[in-house]
């Protein structure tokens, strides 16, 4: 498995504000998601974290709305920009471990926008 | 139709019942299986991984894939309180950068 911090691990913020998410992995990954878990929905791929070039951003997702950084094997970081209510959800980072395939999860972000 | 169905729920049980989750799914290249287990305030955590048809068995869990039918479960054998959480199947094909669709989660609780 994979010991994955994520921090914080819950915040409520301001209309319009931006909040930056990290997560923080015991050892070097090549593979980092970013996942939204909304209420009665299914875990939503938000983009890849790709380590030295740019994200991969899934259908619906943009870099301006969630910028991602990656500047190494063992971190990334995903900022939720000029937030609104519907953007109040959980915000799980995950990795996958390249010799079986498998993907672990963050504790998540619990995050409203009032 | 959506690739992957879970009944939503919830579910309750009482102590020492046997709990059966299903998931069924359209996409025929899937080729890997999976089931989370979530519990409040918590991430997935990784519970059963399974790779083509056929079952497979860790303690009280059971994970069971019928291609042909496009369906998989998962068992809970004398199920506990501590097993009161969300569950979530996932699948994906086989290959580099496939990705997992999930289902919406079902949430158990077992009743002392």
């Known amino acids: 498995s994979a010991v994955i911090s994520q921090k914080p691990s819950r915040d409520i913020c301001q209309r319009g504000t931006s909040l930056t998410i990290q997560c923080q992995v015991d050892?070097?990954?090549?593979?980092m998601f970013w996942y939204r878990q909304q209420p009665g929905q299914s875990l939503t791929l938000i983009a890849t974290?790709?380590?030295?070039?740019?994200?991969?951003?899934e259908s619906g997702f943009v870099i301006d709305k969630f910028p991602i950084s990656r500047p190494n094997l063992t971190f990334s970081t995903l900022t939720v920009s000029n937030m609104s209510p519907e953007d109040s959800s959980i915000y799980l980072c995950?990795?996958?471990?390249?010799?079986?395939?498998?993907?672990?999860f963050g504790s998540g972000t619990q995050l409203s926008v009032l | 139709q959506k690739e992957v169905e879970q009944d939503p729920g919830p579910l309750s049980v009482p102590e020492g019942a046997i709990v059966s989750l299903n998931c069924t799914y359209s996409?025929?290249?899937?080729?890997?299986f999976m089931w989370y287990r979530q519990y409040s305030r918590k991430g997935p955590e990784l519970l059963m991984y399974t790779y083509s048809s056929g079952n497979k068995e860790d303690g009280r869990f059971t994970a069971q894939v019928d291609k042909s039918s496009k369906y998989i479960s998962l068992f809970i054998r004398d199920s506990q309180p501590s097993d009161s959480a969300t569950y979530l199947c996932?699948?994906?094909?086989?290959?580099?950068?496939?990705?997992?669709?999930f289902g919406k989660g079902i949430t158990l609780s077992v009743r002392p």
């Open positions: 996409n025929s290249a899937f080729q890997y």
């Open positions: 974290a790709n380590q030295g070039s740019e994200a991969t951003y």
């Open positions: 050892s070097q990954v090549t593979m």
């Open positions: 995950s990795v996958e471990r390249t010799e079986n395939e498998k993907l672990f």
């Open positions: 996932a699948m994906r094909q086989a290959g580099a950068n496939s990705k997992l669709t």
